[in-house]
């Protein structure tokens, strides 16, 4: 068994199964792709919360391990040749965990490059603009009398929406028949959106329906409704 105790972050969140994986997270969209593909693939892991109320992102513990100061992070003890691995980025840990367990990735080359070039979409595009749309529509930007920023990120997310709609015409998931990272990554974000932004009308939702469609199949999963709830909210 690997020793985690060299690793500063144990001291704040002590690991009581060493032999696990460590999530340090939030349920937030970014926080809840690392959870429900753990969920996914059936790895032991264990969750520790980041309590952003009590600032536990900025402390030496949670930088030491992530400098970015953001969820969410891992530590595994049995990473590449059988000595402990830390990431931070989730699209990172995704393609780490997906390698790590030879799920939620296709095998083929082909269909691997078109897998990232999905999951690099949602870390570039789909999380960003929906992340702006949401400061200028639910948070402090929604006072602004200025409405220009909330409408370039309004019709960015619109456009965004066009593209993977487009896309998922005749699909069941992002890459055809295969549910993958691609899907973890996106539709978190895409819940995000038009739950707790609130944001369904002022982009016009109900117009994309086949991207409604793989939302609806994605959260009956039974193990994305698992990793939706992970780390538990106070």
């Known amino acids: 068994m690997s020793d985690l105790s060299s690793y500063p972050i144990t001291r704040r ?9 460590q999530l340090y997270s939030l349920p937030t969209p970014n926080g809840v792709k690392v959870s429900i593909a753990l969920e996914e693939t059936g790895l ?10 009590k600032n536990d992102q900025t402390s030496p513990e949670f930088l030491s391990l992530n400098p970015n100061n953001k969820i ?3 530590l595994d003890p049995n990473g590449p040749g059988g000595k402990p691995l830390a990431l931070f980025e989730s699209g990172a840990i995704l393609v780490y965990l997906a ?17 990232l070039q999905w999951l690099m979409f949602q870390m570039g595009g789909i999380g960003p603009m929906f992340g702006q749309l949401g400061f200028f529509h639910k948070f402090a930007g929604k006072d602004y009398e200025d409405k220009r920023p909330r409408d370039r990120y309004v ?8 593209v993977l709609d487009g896309h998922l015409k005749g699909r069941e998931w992002i890459l055809g028949d295969a549910y993958s990272i691609a899907d973890i990554a996106t539709f978190p974000w895409v819940r995000n959106l038009v739950g707790f932004y609130g944001a369904r009308e002022i982009v016009g939702f109900d117009a994309y329906k086949e991207v409604q469609r793989v939302l ?19």
């Open 13 to 21: 969140w002590p690991a009581q199964h060493p032999d696990r994986l």
């Open 44 to 53: 032991p892991y264990e969750v520790h919360k980041v309590d952003f109320g």
């Open 72 to 74: 969410p992070a891992i």
């Open 99 to 115: 390698a790590k367990t030879g799920q939620l990735m296709p095998r083929d080359e082909a269909a691997r490059y078109e897998c």
């Open 155 to 162: 019709n960015e997310a619109r456009r965004l929406l066009g």
């Open 216 to 234: 609806d199949a994605f959260v009956a999963r039974p193990a994305v409704q698992r990793g939706l709830e992970i780390p538990k909210r106070d």
